[in-house]
Structures are given as structure tokens and as C-alpha cells.
């Protein structure tokens, strides 16, 4: 009697060709493990810590204390009538969700060595997570402006509701950084040394503490070269309305290089990531 062999299957693995080398529909079909990575991320940083999750509020207030006194005491810095404890704080929304991020993101290959030497799924996952990660503090320090806001009699005004644009733009920011530093960092692991240093500088070469205003005008579309400069001053326009109104030209030069920054850091990252088993 003869007998039938049960039937084999394959699936075959094959790079994305084309202009756009990611497969979206792939990363759809992987959508629970996005989530889930996501999660594990912010329950892996606030687990078996003191405060926890308070240390995403005290962290910011902090920083807009020492700003105030620096910028606003010290140096008399003009805040063009907003309160100085105000101009820092909505400032510090876009940079703290950007270095989070981006310190999340730079490690977030290394730190699932594990999952990637073993198990097949899109890599594009791991960084892309870390950033959803990076909005639990954004949460947290947005609550707090309101409180600040409701205690300086500050109402916004209608541009308020094109802040979800400025988000996306800080979030571009940091999964497109995010992407060139995670796979630079698996064959560099110096880079892991390097992005807290970057992080530090980029909070004071940024409009955090002051206006960009500040900077001559010759100079203004220079400085916007630092891409969080249009998205830091985008915030301040959206919350504080009219009061402060964005250098526009470096606010589109902002969107050019955060495109091209997301863009080139996919290509880089789809390019790298078929030795990331074989280098962790």
C-alpha cells in the first residue's frame, strides 16, 4: 500500500525592489508585534523604578526652571510678552518627544539581539516602535501645559488645531535619525556613546530656552538647518497663537530635510538590515 507524504510548504523571503523598497503591506500584517514592541518598550523603561512614570513630569519642569532663570533672569532674553515658563515649556514638547525618541530608536536593534538572530519579521518594526514609545512622555508633559497654561490665563487660539502636523514633523525627525543611528549602531557601537552627547548639545543649540527670533536675520535660514528649529517654533505657533509667529522659509526648509532625512534613513536602514543577524 502506498502511502502519501504530507505536503511541504515554502516561504520564500525576497527584498522589496522598486522605488520604495518597503513593503507596507508586510508591516501591516505585523501590526500586533508593532504594538506589542511598542508596549514592552515603555514597560521595560519605567520598570522597577522609584518614581516611574513621574519622572516623564518632573523631568521637563526641571528644565523650564533652569531655563527661565538662565534665559529669562540672566540673560533677559526677550520672551515677546509670553511668560518665560510658558515659551520653555512648549518648546520642550517637541524636544523631549525628538531626544527620547531618538535615544530609544539608536538602541532599538542592539537592545532585541535576540529576536532578530532568531525569528524573521520586518526590522523596520524595531525603530518604528521605539518612537510610538517616546508618547507617553509627550503625553505626560502636554497635560502639565495645560495646567501652566490655565495658570497664565493663556487661551489658544485656532491654530492649535494644526499642532498634529508639527507632531508628525517631530516624529519624521525621529524615526528618520532614528533609522541612519540603529543601523549605524550595530556595526558602530560607538554610536550608542555618541547620541546622548548629540542629544545634550541639540537642546541647547535649539530654540528650547529662547527664540530663534534672536538670531539675526542673515542668519535665520542657516539656523534652520537644524531641522527642530521650524518644528519647535511650528509648536510655539500653534499653542500661543499670533504671539509668536514662525520664520516660515525655515520652517519649509525644516519639512525638505526632515523628508529627506526619513527617506534616506529607510533606504539606508532596508539596505543594512540583511547583516544585522550576522554582525549581533
Known sequence: METTKPATYEHIIRPKKGLVPIDFAELWRYRELFWFLA??????????????IVWAGIQPVLIMIVFTVIFGKLAKLPSDGIPYPILTFVALLPWQFFSDAVTQTSNSVISKAGMVSKIYFPRLIMPASAVISGMVNFAISFVILIGLM????????????????FFLLAAAAALGAGLWLSALNVKYRDVQYVVPFLVHMGLYISPV????SVVPEKYQLLYSLNPMVGVIDGFRWCLLGGKVVPYWPGVWLSVFI?????VTGAYYFKRMEKTFADVI
Open 209 to 212: 530656552g529662547f527664540l530663534s
Open 258 to 262: 526632515l523628508t529627506v532625512l526619513l
Open 150 to 165: 490655565f495658570w497664565y490665563h493663556i487661551v489658544p487660539t485656532v491654530t492649535v488645531f494644526l499642532l498634529p502636523l
Open 39 to 52: 508596549l514592552r518598550d515603555i514597560l521595560v523603561r519605567y520598570k522597577q523604578t522609584v518614581i516611574g
